[in-house]
């Protein structure tokens, strides 16, 4: 018995495909569209090289639960930047404390 599929034009798909939805800081669910600029530099500022990563590393382990890998890839990102933060101030201040000599 074949399955019902509801026709789609590969505009409309292609449409759906672009949406994306997200939350906004005020609650409300806004719709982003790849291409948008802002929302584009947005990604690549926040997400550029550690999500590509993230993702390499899923596929390469294949773990039972996805969601959970990823997200612990995303707070392990987060703890490495504010480590090289943390080491790039105390450098810093090695440096002006040498100065002040």
């Given at each position: 018995m074949a399955r019902f599929r509801p026709q789609t034009t590969k505009a409309m798909r292609k449409e759906e495909n672009l949406k994306i939805k997200f939350s906004s800081a005020g609650g409300r669910s806004e719709e982003a569209r790849s291409g948008d600029p802002v929302y584009d530099t947005y990604m690549k500022q926040s997400l550029g090289k550690v999500l590509p990563d993230c993702l390499r590393q899923l596929m390469e382990t294949r773990p039972a639960d996805p969601i959970e890998f990823i997200s612990d890839c995303l707070?392990?990102?987060?703890?490495?930047?504010?480590?090289?933060?943390?080491?790039?101030?105390?450098?810093?201040?090695?440096?002006?404390?040498?100065?002040?000599?």
């Amino acid at each position: 018995m074949a399955r019902f599929r509801p026709q789609t034009t590969k505009a409309m798909r292609k449409e759906e495909n672009l949406k994306i939805k997200f939350s906004s800081a005020g609650g409300r669910s806004e719709e982003a569209r790849s291409g948008d600029p802002v929302y584009d530099t947005y990604m690549k500022q926040s997400l550029g090289k550690v999500l590509p990563d993230c993702l390499r590393q899923l596929m390469e382990t294949r773990p039972a639960d996805p969601i959970e890998f990823i997200s612990d890839c995303l707070h392990r990102a987060v703890e490495n930047q504010l480590y090289l933060m943390e080491k790039e101030k105390y450098a810093n201040n090695i440096q002006a404390m040498k100065n002040e000599k």
